[in-house]
């Protein structure tokens, strides 16, 4: 098996070797897949290579201030005119999360697939995958530093929003050592860490403050307490005038009652379908669980969906939680 620093050789080398690129990440995008595929996007132009990036679903308004972020196509908008044979796919923890992106991916297409989920099954041609790595943004830190590049405040203000986001403002478990000392680097390129930290992980949309307050009155706790979940419905979202990214955090917050073990956040889809999103305090490998349903993700955060109406999701969810439990 290959060394983490083989890896990062071997990606440096496809990168150098190959040109026109498609680079990728997973649908419904969060701030370590955005800025992955920015930070990528920003070594390929400094490598002066041809490159597109393409995503399905929109990119979170508050990320809008990173670099490019407008270049980023969305293909919930329309499709595009030509396949590419050369894509690089950024935090998508198994093939299928890269969506409708793979309608643009030639048969024959070589992938490269840098990652940090452990329940990656390594579908690239090229693997460059650190499941402990905080982020898969704390992996492109360290494959930048194996390019002879001038780190400028574009790219570092990228690198650090996807630690940011990825570590809940450094709260979480996943914050190392080593991504406090890539964060000290960034701040001395002056990356505006405060400003950051207000934009992303404080302030909110009125839009968000409605859906919250319509999740947390479907609040409900197991028998035990060990187990809390609330659901948003399609017609919550409407009403609250709430976009996919409004309902980032929700799942926190049954997870932060006090004796709760997982905390789960049920988002009906459709008639037929549910996403449910994880939180353990813990105890619980919410990855291993989510696979059960065809899902994955990190240990304390995953994510999945079931096919069935809100009471069958909420129902076989909480049977597999509890066997876990």
């Known amino acids: 098996m290959q060394s983490y620093e083989q890896s990062l050789q071997q990606t440096r080398k496809f990168l150098l070797e190959h040109d026109d690129y498609l680079v990728v990440s997973h649908v419904q995008p969060d701030g370590d897949a955005v800025s992955s595929t920015l930070a990528v996007g920003w070594l390929l132009s400094c490598l002066g290579k041809k490159y597109l990036m393409l995503n399905e679903g929109q990119i979170p308004q508050r990320m809008e201030y990173l670099w490019h972020a407008d ?16 894509v690089i796919c950024v935090d998508c923890a198994d093939f299928q999360r890269v969506g409708l992106t793979q309608q643009h991916f030639t048969s024959d297409a070589l992938i490269l697939n840098i990652d940090h989920h452990p329940t990656n099954n390594g579908y690239g041609a090229v693997n460059l995958i650190k499941p402990d790595a905080a982020a898969t943004a704390e992996i ?52 505006n860490g405060p400003d950051l930290a207000e934009t992303l992980l404080e302030e909110m949309t009125l839009p968000q403050v409605k859906v919250l307050n319509r999740a947390l009155s479907t609040l409900q706790l197991s028998p035990e307490g060990d187990i809390a979940w609330v ?91 509890k066997r876990h439990l």
């Open 140 to 191: 492109l830190f360290d494959l930048l530093k194996t390019f002879e590049l001038e780190w400028d405040i574009d790219i570092a203000t990228a690198i650090y929003t996807g630690l940011l986001t990825d570590t809940g403002g450094f709260r979480y478990s996943n914050t190392s050592p080593k991504v406090m000392a890539a964060v000290s680097e960034l701040l001395a390129l002056g990356v």
């Open 231 to 321: 659901y948003v419905t399609p017609q919550d979202m409407l009403d609250s005038g709430a976009a996919n990214e409004d309902l980032e955090g929700i799942v926190n917050y049954p997870r932060n009652i006090r004796g709760v073990e997982v905390g789960i956040l049920f988002k009906v889809i459709d008639d037929h379908a549910v996403k449910a999103s994880l939180r353990s305090a813990g105890k619980v490998d919410v990855a291993l669980l989510a696979q059960a349903f065809g899902g994955g993700g990190h240990t304390r955060a995953a994510g999945a969906r079931i096919n069935g109406s809100l009471e069958e999701a909420v129902a076989q969810v909480l049977e597999e939680v």
């Open 71 to 86: 270049q980023i196509v969305n293909l919930s908008e329309g499709s595009l005119p030509r396949q590419y044979g050369h």
